[in-house]
């Protein structure tokens, strides 16, 4: 399992663009991968410009069909073209009571 954690920042005014591109378009393409088992979009309390995007892949061949595909392009245009600053990690997961990690 391979998690990637985003942090998002838009221009002020830019925020409900970015967030409804996200939610209606981008996060339920990636969501229809064979790959991806979960999508989390945060926005920071106090501060609207502020998300935070927690994905979750079966492996690293799904993590790399997703960085590959055209929604991903096409989302990271969308996101220049808005002047978002985009900064991403990538995490294993560590084995926790109850659950398996691959």
Same mark, same amino acid.
């Given at each position: 399992?391979?998690?990637?954690?985003?942090?998002?920042?838009? *221009?002020?005014?830019?925020?409900?663009?970015?967030?409804?591109?996200?939610?209606?378009?981008?996060?339920? *393409?990636?969501?229809?991968?064979?790959?991806?088992?979960?999508?989390?979009?945060?926005?920071?309390?106090?501060?609207?410009?502020?998300?935070?995007? +927690?994905?979750?892949?079966?492996?690293?061949?799904?993590?790399?069909?997703?960085?590959?595909?055209?929604?991903?392009?096409?989302?990271?245009?969308?996101?220049?073209?808005?002047?978002?600053?985009?900064?991403? *990690?990538? +995490?294993?997961?560590?084995?926790?009571?109850?659950?398996?990690?691959?």
């Amino acid at each position: 399992m391979i998690t990637i954690v985003a942090t998002l920042v838009c *221009k002020p005014g830019t925020e409900e663009e970015v967030e409804r591109a996200s939610l209606d378009w981008f996060i339920p *393409k990636t969501l229809e991968e064979e790959g991806c088992d979960e999508f989390l979009l945060l926005r920071q309390q106090d501060d609207p410009t502020r998300f935070v995007s +927690y994905e979750i892949f079966r492996d690293k061949a799904a993590l790399d069909a997703h960085i590959a595909s055209d929604h991903v392009k096409q989302f990271f245009e969308f996101m220049t073209d808005k002047e978002v600053q985009n900064a991403f *990690k990538l +995490y294993d997961a560590l084995p926790s009571a109850g659950r398996e990690t691959s």
